[in-house]
């Protein structure tokens, strides 16, 4: 299956002070960077991602500094549909953020 990245809009940043830098990982490797991004800003992409057989869990991170990295949220990407364009919400307490992709499954 291809993953097709296509944006990441920022609804609600996790940082008080400056913007968020997002990172992608899907079962645990970094497959997209998504760079500095803050509220109300969106990012868009062409990026298209070989998933390796058994890819699953699609991760949003947070990249920090000084503290831990933040784990914004997971999505279950077996859960969704291929050749449709989805726009998922991905949050925590603390952030949220919109996430555009088309799964594309692989002939």
Request: glycine content about 6%; hydrophobic content about 40%.
């Amino acid at each position: 299956m291809t993953l097709f990245l296509e944006s990441v809009a920022c609804i609600k940043q996790d940082d008080v002070t400056g913007k968020d830098d997002i990172y992608i990982q899907i079962n645990g490797a970094t497959i997209a960077i998504v760079g500095e991004i803050a509220s109300g800003e969106e990012k868009h992409f062409n990026n298209q991602i070989l998933l390796a057989n058994g890819a699953r869990w699609l991760e949003l991170w947070e990249k920090d500094t000084i503290t831990p990295n933040d784990k914004i949220g997971s999505i279950d990407l077996l859960q969704y549909n291929t050749d449709v364009k989805q726009e998922v919400m991905i949050e925590n307490e603390s952030a949220s953020y919109k996430l555009g992709f088309t799964l594309i499954p692989t002939i």
